[in-house]
T-cell receptor, first 115, second 111 residues
Framework: DTGVSQDPRHKITKRGQNVTFRCDPISEHNRLYWYRQTLGQGPEFLTYFQNEAQLEKSRLLSDRFSAERPKGSFSTLEIQRTEQGDSAMYLC?????????????FGQGTRLTVV | SQQGEEDPQALSIQEGENATMNCSYKTSINNLQWYRQNSGRGLVHLIL?????REKHSGRLRVTLDTSKKSSSLLITASRAADTASYFC???????????FGAGTILRVKS
C-alpha cells in the first residue's frame, strides 16, 4: 500500500462543466476526509465518511458538490456546474479509528482550475 | 472557519538556526497536530500532542501545548534547507470528528 492516492492530479475545466475526482484511501482506514485548500490558506474541511456513511458536511459544500464512498472503499467528489471560485486544491485524507486521536494521511491532491 | 491561527505567517532563517512557530486555537481540544506541506503537495503528519501532554519530541522537532492559553509551539532545531515548507497546526474540534487547520506558517531555510 503506497498511501492515499488521488486522481487526477490536475484538472482544467470550463465554467459550467461537471468534474469528478477520485480518492483511494489506505486500505484498512475506515475514515475518509475531503478538504479544499486555496493559495495561502490552510485546508478547509468539506466532508467526511466513516466507512460508507457520510457523517458530516461543511456549509462550504453547496448543493453543487456531492461526495460518495460506496462500500466504504474509494470515494468520489463531484462538482456540478463549476464556477471560477471552485478553483482550488482538493485534498483527500484517511485515518483509522473512531475519532481524530490518530494521524491523518493525505493524498497529493487534485488541483482544479476553472477557466 | 479556521480554528487555529499560526504565528508568524512567514519566517526566514539561515541553515543551522532554530525555527519556532506558534499556534493559537479557540475551543477545547482532545489533541493538536502539526503537519508540513511542501509547495503544491499533500500534507505530511509531523507530531500529535494530546491535551493532557505538555511537551513532545520527535527527532529535531519539539512541540509544546498550553491548554490554559489555548496555544502550541513547534520548534525545529538545527534547521536544514529541506525543512523549507508550510507548517500547519490542526485541532480535532470539539467533537473530534475532523481536523480544523490554521492558515499556516511559511518557513524558508536559506543555505
Amino acid at each position: 500500500d503506497t498511501g492515499v492516492s488521488q486522481d487526477p492530479r490536475h484538472k482544467i475545466t470550463k465554467r459550467g462543466q461537471n468534474v469528478t475526482f477520485r480518492c483511494d484511501p489506505i486500505s484498512e482506514h475506515n475514515r475518509l476526509y475531503w478538504y479544499r485548500q486555496t493559495l495561502g490558506q490552510g485546508p478547509e474541511f468539506l466532508t467526511y465518511f466513516q466507512n460508507e456513511a457520510q457523517l458530516e458536511k461543511s456549509r462550504l459544500l453547496s448543493d453543487r458538490f456531492s461526495a460518495e464512498r460506496p462500500k466504504g472503499s474509494f470515494s468520489t467528489l463531484e462538482i456540478q456546474r463549476t464556477e471560477q471560485g471552485d478553483s482550488a486544491m482538493y485534498l483527500c485524507a484517511s485515518s483509522q479509528g473512531w475519532d481524530m486521536n490518530t494521524e491523518a494521511f493525505f493524498g497529493q491532491g487534485t488541483r482544479l482550475t476553472v477557466v | 472557519s479556521q480554528q487555529g491561527e499560526e504565528d508568524p505567517q512567514a519566517l526566514s532563517i539561515q541553515e543551522g538556526e532554530n525555527a519556532t512557530m506558534n499556534c493559537s486555537y479557540k475551543t477545547s481540544i482532545n489533541n493538536l497536530q502539526w503537519y508540513r506541506q511542501n509547495s503544491g503537495r499533500g500534507l505530511v503528519h509531523l507530531i500529535l500532542i494530546r491535551s493532557n501532554e505538555r511537551e513532545k519530541h520527535s527527532g529535531r522537532l519539539r512541540v509544546t501545548l498550553d491548554t490554559s492559553k489555548k496555544s502550541s509551539s513547534l520548534l525545529i532545531t538545527a534547521s536544514r534547507a529541506a525543512d523549507t515548507a508550510s507548517y500547519f497546526c490542526a485541532t480535532d474540534a470539539r467533537y473530534g470528528n475532523k481536523l480544523v487547520f490554521g492558515a499556516g506558517t511559511i518557513l524558508r531555510v536559506k543555505s
